[in-house]
């Protein structure tokens, strides 16, 4: 058989010049910088006369997990500069996404001069031009698609306008690469938030958002932040870690929380002071369980018709965790989703999440419904609408008739064969020069072939497969379940990943299966 790396190669499609650039110690000089950039230039130097004047300056981000961090950022860089700045998080339930002007004409109260939109602002054209007329000034950093005519703002930072990469960022790693425009320097934490905001946002890992994770990785490591650590209740932390632990217990709070509070995650993470982080922690995993509870009893509340080519259902959530539910159908049953709930703002409509994958392009099927949409957005797999209750019927025959006419593409998962004593510590360093993984990067799945049975162990109550290989390593399964009548004569094949866990404070290698 060929070594782990050459199948590796071969599975990811690299030569060995693409695996020596993937393979490569991580640095920053590896990453564009923006301070050229002459929107940045004007940027930079309208919040320096703000700081100079002593002007009130706001931030004005966003709920869910790249909107904060964006946020958390620039009220970080404000500590640093010593200038005292204020920061906004709408709620997702008061004030919906983006300034609004009920939000802008408190803005205009308050007295502020300058306003900072991170993670929105692109699409708030009346809002910045209603600013404007009061003599406030606005920035825009932001990465949502851009409209035909942009608000006028004082200066705008955007991807496409810069124009940035090859790859699509985050704001936060936008929000990023300003504070060392404005700083002068690289802060290590700062470039942590934009990696976290890259891996939430689903950003495609390469290039220079597989360098800024890599990094975000290491000074993890290096010094420990115990903002991360403290939400991860781990000391060993990786981009698995950060995706399914530190950052759907910051989104939770968005989707949960129906006031304010959400404002407490940029203190959390902005400040310089470590007062009452401990609590907060401690609050962000209290409401991500409580919204992990809240969805299962959603699913299981539920009556799915399988034999429909979509899945349209009201799950009577916060709207907030419609999203949520349907990734989880999604999964669960390979079908285009619609997850819909009365929306807070309006009873008389439901708003919905919709998911899918490809084959199936939500944004081109929202515009064959253009006439009962209240309103519509997202991207092609990924999207949101409002509708009027009573077209709720409407939206789910169209919903299914579009599905039944573009299928989801068929899934193929194209296995790394491993062989039993391949689940070793350097086979888990040759995965690694690899990663780190996530969207349009993934994990690659092994094989393990011919297993024999009588080789595997299960627990006391044979519930879960945990065979221990020795040397700190073991092969864990929890769908795999002892067999009621078992032939130790007979063999089995186990898909999985491979990776590191820790437990208790120890860590070990583990072969996480399936039954194939």
């Known amino acids: 058989?060929?070594?782990?790396?050459?199948?590796?190669?071969?599975?990811?499609?690299?030569?060995?010049?693409?695996?020596?650039?993937?393979?490569?110690?991580?640095?920053?000089?590896?990453?564009?910088?923006?301070?050229?950039?002459?929107?940045?230039?004007?940027?930079?130097?309208?919040?320096?006369?703000?700081?100079?004047?002593?002007?009130?300056?706001?931030?004005?981000?966003?709920?869910?997990?790249?909107?904060?961090?964006?946020?958390?950022?620039?009220?970080?860089?404000?500590?640093?500069?010593?200038?005292?700045?204020?920061?906004?998080?709408?709620?997702?339930?008061?004030?919906?996404?983006?300034?609004?002007?009920?939000?802008?004409?408190?803005?205009?109260?308050?007295?502020?001069?300058?306003?900072?939109?991170?993670?929105?602002?692109?699409?708030?054209?009346?809002?910045?031009?209603?600013?404007?007329?009061?003599?406030?000034?606005?920035?825009?950093?932001?990465?949502?698609?851009?409209?035909?005519i942009l608000p006028p703002a004082f200066a705008t930072i955007h991807p496409d306008l810069l124009p940035y990469g090859d790859y699509p960022v985050s704001a936060g790693y936008?929000?990023?690469?300003?504070?060392v425009a404005l700083l002068g320097h690289v802060d290590d934490y700062l470039l942590t938030l934009g990696a976290i905001s890259t891996i939430s946002d689903c950003m495609p890992l390469h290039g220079h958002n597989r360098e800024?994770?890599?990094?975000?990785?290491?000074?993890?490591?290096?010094?420990?932040?115990?903002?991360?650590?403290?939400?991860?209740?781990?000391?060993f932390i990786d981009e698995t870690v950060l995706s399914m632990?530190?950052?759907?217990?910051?989104?939770?709070?968005?989707?949960?929380?129906?006031?304010?509070?959400?404002?407490?995650?940029?203190?959390?993470?902005?400040?310089?002071?470590?007062d009452g982080k401990a609590e907060t922690a401690a609050w962000m995993k209290?409401?991500?369980?409580?919204?992990?509870?809240?969805?299962?009893?959603?699913?299981?509340?539920?009556?799915?018709?399988?034999?429909?080519?979509?899945?349209?259902?009201v799950g009577h959530l916060l709207e907030g965790l419609n999203g949520l539910l349907a990734n989880r159908l999604l999964n669960e049953y390979d079908k285009p989703v619609a997850v819909f709930s009365t929306a807070k703002s309006?009873?008389?409509?439901?708003?919905?999440?919709?998911?899918?994958?490809?084959?199936?392009?939500?944004?081109?099927?929202?515009?064959?419904?253009?006439?009962?949409?209240?309103?519509?957005?997202?991207?092609?797999?990924?999207?949101?609408?409002?509708?009027?209750?009573?077209?709720y019927g409407a939206f789910k025959d169209a919903f299914e008739k579009y599905a039944f006419r573009h299928p989801l593409a068929p899934k193929s998962v194209d296995?790394?064969?491993?062989?039993?004593?391949e689940v070793t510590m350097d086979s888990y360093r040759v995965l690694r020069s690899f990663g780190p993984f996530g969207h349009d990067h993934e994990e690659p799945t092994f094989l393990i072939k011919d297993l024999p049975v009588s080789s595997l162990m299960w627990n006391r109550d044979g519930r879960f497969l945990s065979t221990e290989l020795g040397k700190g390593v073991r092969l864990l399964s929890f769908t795999y379940a002892k067999p009621?009548?078992?032939n130790f004569d007979d063999k089995v094949s186990l898909s999985g990943t491979l990776h590191l866990e820790e437990y208790r404070g120890n860590v070990s290698l583990v072969f996480r299966a399936d039954k194939a």
């Open 245 to 274: 632990t530190v950052i759907p217990a910051i989104n939770a709070v968005g989707s949960m929380i129906e006031d304010h509070r959400t404002s407490r995650l940029v203190h959390y993470f902005a400040d310089l002071e470590e």
């Open 174 to 179: 936008l929000c990023f690469l300003f504070s």
């Open 1 to 148: 058989m060929d070594t782990l790396k050459e199948r590796l190669l071969q599975h990811y499609n690299m030569n060995q010049e693409d695996y020596a650039l993937c393979a490569r110690e991580p640095s920053f000089s590896n990453i564009p910088t923006i301070e050229n950039e002459l929107s940045v230039q004007m940027a930079k130097s309208r919040i320096e006369k703000a700081i100079a004047q002593h002007e009130k300056v706001i931030v004005y981000g966003d709920y869910d997990t790249d909107g904060v961090m964006a946020t958390s950022i620039l009220i970080r860089c404000f500590h640093l500069l010593g200038k005292a700045a204020s920061f906004f998080i709408p709620s997702r339930y008061q004030d919906g996404y983006g300034l609004t002007m009920e939000n802008a004409t408190r803005i205009a109260a308050k007295g502020y001069s300058l306003v900072i939109l991170v993670d929105n602002g692109v699409s708030c054209l009346q809002e910045v031009s209603y600013l404007l007329s009061q003599g406030i000034e606005t920035i825009i950093i932001d990465h949502h698609e851009l409209p035909s």
């Open 286 to 313: 209290e409401i991500n369980t409580a919204r992990k509870e809240a969805t299962k009893a959603a699913v299981a509340r539920l009556r799915i018709e399988t034999s429909l080519p979509a899945i349209t259902v």
């Open 484 to 486: 009621s009548l078992i």
């Open 212 to 235: 800024i994770v890599a990094l975000a990785l290491r000074k993890i490591r290096q010094y420990g932040y115990k903002e991360i650590l403290s939400i991860a209740e781990r000391n």
């Open 415 to 421: 296995y790394v064969p491993l062989s039993l004593n």
């Open 346 to 391: 309006d009873p008389s409509l439901y708003v919905g999440s919709l998911r899918s994958r490809e084959g199936f392009n939500i944004m081109e099927f929202q515009k064959s419904i253009r006439d009962i949409l209240v309103k519509g957005g997202g991207h092609a797999y990924a999207g949101g609408v409002s509708i009027k209750k009573e077209d």
